[in-house]
Structure formats: C-alpha cells, structure tokens
C-alpha cells in the first residue's frame, strides 16, 4: 500500500469517526433536553457534514486527484455518515 492510498484511507475513516462521536454526543444532548430535539438533529447532519468535509480535505490535501475523484470521495464519506446517523438516531 502506497502512502497515497494511506492518507485517502485515513481521510475516510478519520472522518466517519468523527462523525460517529459528534452524532452520539448530540443524541446524549438531545435525551437530556427534548425540546430542542428535531432543530439540533438536522442543523447537526448539515454542521457533521460540512466538519467531515474538512477532516477529509486535511488529509487529501496533498493527493493529485481531478475534482470528479474527490467529489466521488465525498459522496462516500457523506452516504458513510448518513448510514451512521440513521443508525444513532432512528
């Protein structure tokens, strides 16, 4: 495995376990305080998403990958997250 393929590897995961804990860190908040439970749920999974987005682009800063392969590297990370917000919050 070439380091490429390391930092692309680490850019997705990094990212999806930041995600993972920011998710189950707003359900604790959310089960302690009902009231603001649907307004923080979806500001959330925009907020996550966009944090994600930064995880990954610090560790794919460096690769020399077209546009189209980051923004397919996005789109992975994001149906990651999705998959880990459904499963946290329903």
């Known amino acids: ?3 490429n393929e390391i ?4 850019g997705i995961i990094v990212s999806n376990f ?4 920011l998710f189950a860190i707003i ?5 302690r ?14 907020l996550v998403l966009i944090l994600m987005a930064l995880v990954s682009a610090f560790f794919w800063r460096h690769l020399q990958l077209h546009w189209i392969e980051y923004l397919k590297l996005y789109l992975l990370n994001i ?7 459904l ?3 329903y």
Not at 7 to 10: M, R
Not at 18 to 21: D, K
Not at 33 to 46: G, M, R
Not at 79 to 85: G, P, Q, R
């Open 79 to 85: 149906l990651v997250a999705l998959f880990w917000f």
């Open 33 to 46: 305080i009902y009231s603001f439970a649907v307004k923080t749920v979806w500001l959330s999974l925009v």
């Open 18 to 21: 930041t995600s993972v804990f």
């Open 87 to 89: 499963t946290l919050f």
């Open 1 to 3: 495995m070439n380091p």
């Open 27 to 31: 359900a604790l908040i959310n089960a």
């Open 7 to 10: 930092k692309l590897y680490l």
